[in-house]
C-alpha cells in the first residue's frame, strides 16, 4: 500500500507551536495550492489543505516559514473522527508532514522567516563543456562485457 502526498502552496497564517502535555511540539497550519487547470474564462481555483506537523519538524516550520511563504511539504493523509461543539461527528483530512522544504526565493522571503535560516554550504559553478568533437569519441565493442 502506499500513501504518499506532496504539495506546495503558501502558507495561510503564521504557524503556531503548541505542545502537548507529553512534551512533543506540534503545529498545524493551512497551505493554499493552485489548481493546474483552469477553463477558459474562469479564474485559478484554489484548495486550502491542512497539514500536522510533529516534533523538530514542527519546531522548523514555526521557526523559518511564516503567512504567505512558499513551503513544499511531503508526507501522509490521515484522517480521523470528532464531535464538533454541536455534537455532530465531523471528519478531519489533513497530510501528516515528513518533510518540509523552502521553495521561494530569498528576494521572495525579503528579510523574513527565510532569511534568517541557517545557510548551506556555497554551491560552486555548474562547470562548463566544450563541444566534443565525432573523433573523441570511439565506438563499443558490443562483444565485450559492459562495465556495469
Known sequence: MLNCAVIMGR???????RTTTTGVSVTSFSVAVDRSYVRAGEER???????VAWRQTAEFVTRYFHKGSM??????????????????KRTAVEIVADNVSFCGSKNESGTGAAAAAPSAPAESPAP??????ASDFSAA????ELPF
Open 11 to 17: 502558507l495561510t497564517a503564521d504557524p503556531e507551536l
Open 45 to 51: 481555483q484554489t484548495d486550502f489543505i491542512n497539514v
Open 71 to 88: 513551503i513544499a511539504v511531503q508526507g501522509s493523509i490521515q484522517t480521523r473522527n470528532y464531535e464538533d461543539k454541536t455534537g455532530a
Open 128 to 133: 562548463s563543456f566544450s563541444t566534443a568533437a
Open 141 to 144: 565493442d558490443m562483444e565485450d
